[in-house]
């Protein structure tokens, strides 16, 4: 047996303290009767006295009350299945991720606003069957037609422009993917949401049309971008541009043209993303064209509830008491438990409160407050804060802004615990958030959140640094465009800006530093010398030149690439950058996310502490627990091994874009 409201239980405790009190008070009527009356005249003044008459009364009341709490705590025991049927309309949403999405004419970026605009349309449509797909160059089905949307968007979130290795805008391979996804459904019809930057009318999507038109899929295209356009930034080179073949600078521009030729040709509608979220409303009319499909039933089991049997027994003995008090020669009614009640309960409700107001007030539950979690995050004590926030979060009782204040709370707690991952993701969630000032706390504690987590990895992967700091600063500019008055913000912002440069020199210098290493063997023989052209060429080493042959080579590879890695300089295991030179890397870190979860924004920058203290790696360094030389049995692998695999497939993952765009985009354009 378990209980809905198990504390509620606790108000059992009451009832022996009622029945010493009713022994008490018998304890001091008998003494009085017999201080007033003789003996001899007792039995004839006192009448209509019953001592068993008035405890059997009382105990019928004490277990009516017992009854009552039992219900309100609301047992349950054995589970029963139910079948909900898993239907809905079908709607594809697919996001173009290809590099000129990149371009900042809507604010953050194009992909971000489209991610965030399809986030806020899979939240609108409850109940609806969403399947995801992303393009560019090719098209991939991302995750099929299902109604758990939290799967949906948990896809939603890791798109980014290298998803598809492939460049270019392809919508002819998006909408054959399309149609090869519905071919094996059941006959239905579909709606097809795109967000894209567009392009030029293509002809040669006409047959692509006829057929979906045939298969009864629309087409909603969502337009992402300005008439005007700006550059493209290239991802690969910071402070430079996407350009062409003949080496010029592209200028991306949202072109509406293939987008309305798109949703002309199947029924549907063309919408241009401007500031404002992509609700349900816009497509609705859509919507109301399309058929729901119901597809095997999902199985499901629940407690079954029980609290009917102790309610209806507790009523059974409350009218039983009464009856009998109702009976001749009644005895005192036990007007104590009533005292004792209202002793023991708090404040009564409001004056004019109805019946079941007071029966709420009598066992209303005594959970955590938002102002407990508040009191917990204020005082330091960030495991009950987290704790507090998440039993808080679990109710739905909330209304929207208080779950997000709630939230912001959480991804607090989370970040002084150094739970960077936890902390990142409440901060995202809080960002949907309709309050401008409550955004703004939002985007900083992501840019200090992602800056405190750079700062733990500097050491063993400064890449992976040098990105998070970058999507740090980016979040700081946005809070910044929130609340541009904020001294503290701007003094935080240009902190983080100077560390990032700081890190891009120290990582160039680096790997300045390698490069000329590598070719610096090879001076001794005869033709040695012709080995010092060698240097600064990546990826082939001249060594010693003990014959005079192995510097001979002009291009500096002196000896076949077994003997060099026994002659060669030991490299010491890094992430890319180089391992012992690793000990220049800056260093620093920001106090925190937000110091009060209210109000008190600005304390990172005045407690007499720049934000950039000392501190990130003793964290990562009691981390680290477990010894070297200890070999998991399960994996095989000692941490230091395990570590260095990581650090392989890490650096494999973060090589330069450039390599990946193996395949030529379709008309020659990559972006």
Known sequence: MTFAHQHLLWFLLIIPALVGLKLLVDAHG?????????????????????????????????MSMACLIVAVAQPRWGEEKLEIPDKGRNIFIAIDTSRSMLARD?????????????????????????????????????????????????????????????????????LDVTLRAIKTLPKSNYALVIFSDGGDADANLVPYTQRLAAAGVVVVTVGVGTDVGTLIPNPEVEGDYIRDEAGNVVRSQLQSGVLQQLASATGGRFLKLDTQPLNRQSIQPVLDRLTEQQSANRQTSRPIERFAWPLGLGILLLMLAWIISALPRPSARPVVLALAVAAFAPAPPAQGAGPTDLLAFMFQSGGPTPDDALKALEKGDFKKARDLYGKLLERDDFDAHSRDELLYGLATAEHDLTNYDGSVKSFSEVLHTQDKSLRARAHRGLGHTL???????????????????NDALRHLDAALDLDPDNKDLHENRDYVAKMLNELRQVIKK???????????????????????????????????????????????????????????????????????????????????????????EGKQGKDGQKPGGEGGDEKNKTAKGAPNDQRNPRTGYTPGEAESIIRQYMDEITAPLTNRYHTPPPNKKDW
């Open 106 to 174: 809507v604010p953050p970026d194009r992909l971000t606003r489209a991610r965030l605009a399809a986030h806020d349309l899979v939240m609108e449509l409850s109940g609806e069957r969403v399947g995801l797909l992303a393009f560019a160059g090719r098209a991939y089905l991302q995750a099929p037609l299902t109604t758990d949307h939290d799967a949906i968007i948990e896809s939603l979130l890791a798109y980014d422009h290298t998803i598809i290795e492939w460049g270019g805008s392809n919508l002819g391979d998006l």
């Open 451 to 469: 800056y405190d987590q750079g700062v733990r990895g500097l050491q063993q992967q400064p890449k992976i640094t040098l990105q998070r700091w």
């Open 510 to 600: 680096m790997e300045e530093q390698q490069k000329g290493k590598k070719g610096k063997k090879g001076d001794k023989g005869q033709k040695g010398q012709k080995g010092d052209k060698g240097e600064g060429q990546e990826g082939e080493e001249g060594d010693e030149g003990d014959d005079g042959k192995q510097g001979s080579d002009p291009n500096g590879q002196g000896e076949p690439k077994e003997q060099k890695e026994v002659k060669g300089e030991k490299k010491e295991a890094d992430d890319g950058i180089g391992g012992k030179d690793a000990k220049e890397l800056p260093e620093g870190r920001l106090q925190a996310a937000n110091g009060d979860p209210g109000e008190k």
């Open 30 to 62: 008998s003494k009085a009767e017999r201080l007033f009356t003789a003996a001899r005249l007792r039995t004839t003044l006192v009448m209509g006295r019953s001592l068993w008459r008035s405890w059997f009364v009382y105990a019928l009341y004490i």
